[in-house]
């Protein structure tokens, strides 16, 4: 098992976070103090309303938890401070690369547009970037329970907006009632624009066929996946495909897709080669960092060790939604601060 120190000290790649599930304490009452909305509630009441319980029953009570912070995040002011204070976060946590995603559609109660709500986004990222040793891009997420009209606003952003921050499209929420299947159009219309994709599929119990049909419409990375555990035709899909998974210990059992850390399929996808990734998802509706995965992880497998985080690190950054040569650079990073840790 790995000391906290050591983990702190590596550096880290995460491929899935949520803007709006993982602000910070101080930037809610920022946020809420900007929006004139009156919280009333101490930091403790705050924070029980934004995290989610231990009796969380399933995917849709974890999402329910989204609604006490979405109303903060309105306005264009807010939306770039939410980014800025994610990815400062990031930097916390030793991350040197990360996309943080959002739904736009969510933002635009107070009048903002899409493309406003992602150039706010991406502007607090950039301001990021000058203050941390950090690179973090965005990725634009569709609601799977909006209406197909709404949900096809969003490929054209990615011809409205030219920001280099701006590197893919995930579709997110309630996977137990709307099925991959039913996207196969609005992906269609993704792919034609070269947009890279990653998927949230295989995240609840009996969702597994979302995977495979998830990798068939063009998604590289998988969010979650983790109910192609046991199932080896799919992980052979996986390996052969290089398709990588954004894992989520914490977020994963908070929405019940495992209730044994003996069923938890992390270490077996890992020893038979599938491309394994870790992540927060949500660092305040799941009340973790990026440390306290890795530290999971290493308390749950004594025997994972150094080198086989910075394989997980290396396998993010292949995943990673940039060009080839800032692949390169990373992974050059990574192996030479592993092997001084290491030392
Ligand atoms: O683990 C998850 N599975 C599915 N959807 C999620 C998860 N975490 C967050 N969101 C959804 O993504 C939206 C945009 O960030 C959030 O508002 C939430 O509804
Ligand atoms: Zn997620």
Redesign the pocket.
Known sequence: MLRPETIAQMPKVELHC????SLSLSCIKTLAKNAKINLNLTDEEILEKAQAPENTRN?LE??AR?DFV?PLLQSYTNLELAAYDVARQAALDNIRYIEI???PE?HLLQNLTLEEAVEAVVAGLSRAEEDFDIIANALI?G?RQSTLEKLEKLPPIFDHINDSHLVGFDL??D?LNYPQQKFSGLLAQVNTRNVHITL?AG?CPHCEQNIVDSVNMGATRI??GIMSKNIPDYQEILISKKIVLEM?PS?NFQ?KSVTRIEDYPFKQLYDKGVHVTLNT??RT?SNTTLQKEYGKISTWYPDFGIEDFEQINHYAIDGAFIDAVEKEALHFKFNDEYKKISD
């Open positions: 949520h803007l709006d599930g995917l974890y999402l989204f979405l995603r959002f739904a969510q997420c609601l997110a929420g996977e949230h995240e969010g979650h989520a977020s929405t998802d949500n509706v």
